[in-house]
């Protein structure tokens, strides 16, 4: 076995490489999310509240609201069954898939607003650090365990 090989199934080289893709997974998620969307979401007619933080739509016949604006938002990705099945004042555009349970998202813009992926960006850094510090915290041991034998 040569000695990349030998590294990468080490430790060190499954911390480092299953840090990477969790930081990545992180980081840019939501610029994925939103590729992927850009190409199989139906663009949906909604009626957007006045102030712009939430928005009705029609699934499957059914009315139903979100509050996600984009896929950096994490807490309102789910959409709710709204009450009535009343006709919507048709003010907008949002995205929708789904089949049974719909997912909705107002505009396709994370790209453009990475300011508000900070969170995301810091907690991928975190898990980088962390992997940073188990493998050099994992070479002092190993050396330590070397020197006394």
Known sequence: MNKAVRWL?????VVIVLGILVACFIALGPLVREAIARRTWAPTPCEINADGTRYHFLFNGQRYYSARLNFWQV????????AGNDALD???QCYVTGTTRPMAVLRLDAAEHLDQGVGFFTCAGLILLACAFLVISNRRVNAKRIRAS
């Open 9 to 13: 199934v080490s430790f060190d080289g």
């Open 75 to 82: 807490r309102a990705a789910t959409s709710e069954r709204a």
């Open 90 to 92: 048709i003010n907008g």
